[in-house]
């Protein structure tokens, strides 16, 4: 293997988990600020229906209207998406903060029947061809070694899922807002008595957090895995939500984590391939048995053991790094008086 | 800043927490606000902080009528409260901590929020490192740190809950300097909820006193602590002498221990009761009492120390296989090595060896799994030991802890009846439960839910459910809200035991009725046994000091 194979390699395995990460984002935010929302599953898979369906439409319409082209079409697919993912994480939020019921039990149905809605909607819809983002290679800088083909050479929607990644770094941990909205996550109580709007802000990234799972779903039905058929990408939204708790609800962890996902799915590929006489379900079954073993690594005290006997500077800023404590307020519903 | 409170009232639904209270908080003076738990000071402080709205009053900031809808209007106003659990996040780092909500600035100025924050610790002679996280801050540390922001935010007026509980004699000294700089440098208005005489004693210009929701009266300082105690508890009430019982062998020891929790540590603490005998435990809540009830009962883990149950150690029961999961890890590991070995003398080719380390991963799993359900099946908690051995704990939280919300009485008396048998009999399970409805009291039939009942008869059910004989029963506030005549009926009730022969350890927060019930009183304060003392010869007056920390 080369090392222009190598980069090839990495570059496609950033490609695919792009989708992924999106989703990571937006549960990272609405985690943080205290809201569970477990129906990203089932979100996700309403929304690549949904933005692939309006895309579709959008661009048949527009031909014949004779403006041809795929961006509009395909801007509109995602828009709708991202307004479906809104919507359904502002149900959970709604349940829990008006209607004081169980995120958890709110979440999973919910889930559930987005699902079958999913595939009830789409039916008429399914294998049909459709618009796809196009591939746009940023100038001048996709030509600097390694670092070009690797971050420069893919389409705008991989673009700004990094750039998205890194403002949700900048956002949480860095600007004023973001620091309240850890804060309604971490100790509502707190945060109340220091005049934040709790519940506000709890609608307010909920709904951001969905919007961006929603674009997660349109960026698979429209880049990733092109179209939509019956249970197109269902499962995905489950690996989001163990890759959040993996990645210590932080967003470049997170992503990570998404891309040491795609990693697993790509040796998993690999190995099917130099193994023929092996079942192929037993690699597939590989790549969840590694992510239990590393939740399990960084959730348990074997962790703790390891830092331990880290050199005792070091100690501190390791167990912090390796620290999975999910916000302290998550899943809890907050009473304004 | 001149604060007024005129005639507050506060009532929710049936209880009137705050009846009529008004006061007056002039500037470069330190107050204290005192009273028994339930007495309305945090329902007043509450108020005064823009937490809750009273239900009628005015409060006058330098003679203007103000309004709080919530504390950061209060805060705005230059009102701040500094709460027991402080106000604060623990996950973040201090300086993030400071910076949450404090200005309008879309972009976080870490560097300006660390030098402020270096600026107000250095004149109060805090130690407060801005990088590190407030989880790993001590409370004292944090309470300091919300002090500062306080006051970083211009509050004028501060409020301080029970300040010295749970933190270093160190911190409270420095806590104490900077309450009096504070008063008397800036002419801040400074208010204390405390419930330890010395200390406000020591600090405050003026104490308020509330019982039962009203003002019992306010008195200038210095005074004695005699005319703080007579304000709070109010008259004495004279001792029925009871019968003196012969106390038999010593039935509970507790030997050296130390034990805690989060908030409070109790170190060597030594305490034996006899057969027969009944020792009340006195003490503010929190002072290590409520502690001393739970690790008796093995419910908390003693640190250092023993806990004996009629001479027998009650210190749980480790499983005879806990050596099991280092034979599952030992298995993985030679079956490994036994691999490496065939795959380098060429025994084992290809895929094989990989095939290998999964069947030995599964089998080691599974000799794990069934060695952690072993463990959990053959190791035994100390509670149970203590149960078994004829000990019982009445908690204070009664659908909390002592009863199961939505079960019956019937089903109730179906789980304490150790019959063992797999079927329940419903119908003598009934049987039983109508005796103890009719025997107790209770208003109530054999199925109404259990969080139906009043408290009175959900205290009562508990006490019915208890078994019979008991070597020794361990209660939390047995009577605590309940009327003179049940409470005297319960007490009746446990005499009975006591001539069995059953040991009583109570806490309690009535003094009269500690004084009246128990033999021996046990006095905690801040987590120290200041004393014990035989209940015929002590006075309410002086059982006040103790628990204001004066000792024996």
């Given at each position: 293997m080369s090392d222009s194979d190598l980069i090839k390699i990495l570059a496609s395995i950033l490609a695919q988990s792009a989708p992924l990460m999106l989703a990571i984002t937006g549960e990272t935010i609405t985690e943080r600020v205290g809201v569970i929302n477990l129906s990203i599953d089932g979100s996700m898979l309403i929304s690549a229906m949904t933005g692939f369906v309006v895309a579709l439409n959008a661009g048949q319409a527009l031909t014949a209207a004779g403006i041809p082209g795929d961006t509009l079409p395909i801007l509109a697919g995602f828009a709708a998406a991202a307004l479906i993912g809104a919507l359904a994480a502002l149900l959970v939020a709604w349940g829990s903060i008006?209607?004081?019921?169980?995120q958890v039990a709110v979440g999973f149905v919910l889930t559930l029947l987005l699902a079958d809605m999913a595939n009830f909607l789409g039916q008429n819809f399914t294998h049909i061809p459709g618009p796809s983002v196009a591939h746009t290679p940023i100038p001048i800088l996709k030509d600097i070694p390694i670092l070009g083909p690797l971050f420069f050479d893919h389409d705008l929607l991989i673009y700004s899922t990094l750039l998205i990644v890194a403002s949700a770094w900048w956002w949480l941990y860095r600007t004023q807002p973001g620091l309240q909205l850890r804060g309604v996550g971490e100790r509502p109580q707190s945060a109340f008595v220091r005049g934040v709007p709790v519940n506000r802000l709890r609608y307010l990234y909920t709904a951001v957090g969905g919007a961006l799972v929603g674009l997660s779903g349109a960026a698979f039905s429209l880049d990733i895995k092109l179209g939509w058929s019956d249970n197109h990408i269902l499962g995905i939204g489950w690996i989001a939500l163990a890759i959040v708790i993996f990645g210590g609800w932080h967003p470049v962890r997170g992503a990570a984590g998404a891309l040491l996902f795609g990693l697993t799915k790509y040796i998993a590929t690999v190995l099917q391939q130099s193994f023929p006489q092996v079942p192929v379900v037993l690699f597939n079954a590989l790549q969840w048995l590694l992510m239990m073993g590393v939740l399990l690594m960084v959730g348990s005290d074997i962790s703790k053991r390891l830092v331990s006997i880290a050199p005792e500077a070091l100690q501190g800023p390791l167990s912090r790094m390796l620290r999975v404590a999910p916000p302290e307020g998550l899943g809890q519903a907050f009473l304004e008086d | 800043m001149r604060v007024e409170l005129q005639d507050i009232h506060k009532v929710f639904g049936l209880v009137h927490a705050n009846r009529g209270i008004s006061l007056i908080l002039e500037p470069g003076s330190i107050y204290a606000v005192l009273g028994e738990n339930g007495a309305g000071k945090s329902t007043l402080m509450k108020i005064l902080s823009g937490f809750q709205k009273p239900t009628s009053g005015t409060i006058l900031l330098d003679g203007k009528p103000a309004i709080f809808e919530t504390p950061i209007d209060a805060l705005q106003r230059g009102v701040g409260m500094v709460y027991q659990d402080p106000a604060d996040f623990p996950p973040l780092r201090v300086v993030e901590n400071h910076l949450l909500a404090y200005d309008t600035k879309f972009q976080l100025a870490f560097t300006a929020a660390a030098d402020t924050l270096h600026t107000y610790a250095q004149r109060f002679n805090f130690h407060i490192?801005?990088?590190?996280?407030?989880?790993?801050?001590t409370l004292g540390e944090r309470q300091q740190m919300e002090v500062l922001r306080l006051l970083a935010l211009g509050a004028d007026l501060l409020i301080l809950d029970e300040p010295t509980t749970g933190i270093s004699a160190e911190q409270k000294e420095a806590l104490f300097n900077t309450i009096r700089r504070l008063a008397y440098e800036d002419q801040k208005t400074i208010v204390l909820v405390s419930h330890k005489l010395e200390e406000v004693l020591e600090l405050c210009s003026e104490v308020f006193v509330l019982r039962q929701g009203e003002l019992a009266g306010s008195l200038k300082l210095p005074a004695t602590a005699n005319d703080l105690v007579k304000l709070m508890f109010g008259q004495e009430t004279e001792r029925t002498e009871r019968s003196p019982i012969d106390a038999g062998k010593s039935v509970l020891t507790l030997a050296h221990a130390s034990f805690g929790d989060r908030r409070l540590t109790c170190e060597s603490i030594d305490l034996s009761l006899r057969e027969s005998e009944v020792v009340g435990l006195a003490g503010l809540e929190g002072s290590g009492q409520g502690l001393l009830l739970r690790a008796a009962a093995g419910l908390i883990p003693l640190k250092e120390g023993k806990l004996t149950l009629d001479d027998l150690p009650v210190e749980g029961k480790r499983s005879p296989f806990f050596w099991m999961p280092w034979v599952a890890g030992l298995f993985f590991l030679i079956r490994l090595v036994m691999l490496m070995i065939g795959r380098v003398s060429g025994a084992i080719v290809g895929l094989a060896l990989l095939g290998g380390i999964a069947v030995a991963a599964i089998l080691s799993a599974t000799i794990w799994l069934i060695s952690e359900i072993l463990i959990v099946w053959t190791s035994e908690s100390a509670y149970h030991q203590f149960q078994k051995r004829g000990g019982a704990f009445v908690p204070a939280g009664r659908l909390e802890e002592g009863l199961v919300p939505n079960l019956t009485l019937t089903e109730h008396m179906a789980l304490v009846t150790p019959d063992h048998q797999f079927t329940v009999h419903w119908d003598r399970a009934e049987t039983s439960i109508k005796e103890l409805i009719q025997r107790y009291n209770i208003i109530g039939r054999p199925n109404s839910l259990v969080n139906e009942l009043s408290g009175g008869n959900q205290q009562r059910t508990m006490l019915a459910l208890l078994r019979n004989p008991l070597r020794l029963v361990l209660l939390e506030h047995p009577t605590r809200g309940l009327d003179i005549t049940s409470a005297n009926w319960i007490w009746d009730l446990f005499q009975e035991r006591r001539l069995e022969g059953t040991a009583i350890l109570f806490m309690s927060a009535d003094l009269d009725e500690l004084r009246e019930r128990s033999d021996r009183i046990a006095v905690f304060s801040g987590g120290e046994m200041v004393g014990l003392v035989d209940a015929n010869e002590i006075t309410v007056e002086d059982l006040g000091h103790m628990i204001g920390g004066q000792r024996a």
């Open positions: 008006r209607l004081k019921q169980d | 490192d801005p990088q590190v996280h407030v989880d790993s801050m």
